[in-house]
């Protein structure tokens, strides 16, 4: 299993350096990467101290995960954004490639994290989520566990 950690303080110039530092990896997982991170710049703060970590796991998956010191603010994937909304795509950004997504809480912190496909299989034919984008339940309030 091979790990990549790097830890910072977030801030919307490091979005686009932490992407140019995972160029290595498929477009999904910058992707995925550059969203975790800019919703704790949205919603925790500019000067965060986070740790990106993507984890190469043995089941065909890369897990990104990004921790940061607020327990509070969780992600939510409550509504589609209308297309005159200047931000709300977030997660649906996420949700889109994702295998799945979740939240770890901690007394001192959260990580947010969502696993991605290695094998090239379309998101959707790995996993139909009707209603996914649709905003019927919100999906990271239970922490999900990985395998």
Known sequence: MTTWELSLLVTPKAVPEVRHLLRRHAYDVRLCASELLTNVVDHVGEG??????VVELSVGRIRVEVTDPDPRALPLLARPARVTDES???LALLDAPAVRWGVEQGADGKTVWCEVATDGTPSGARHPRPGALRGSVP???TPKRSP
């Open 48 to 53: 965060t101290p986070v740790t990106v970590r």
């Open 88 to 90: 709300g795509r977030g």
């Open 139 to 141: 999906r990271a309030v």
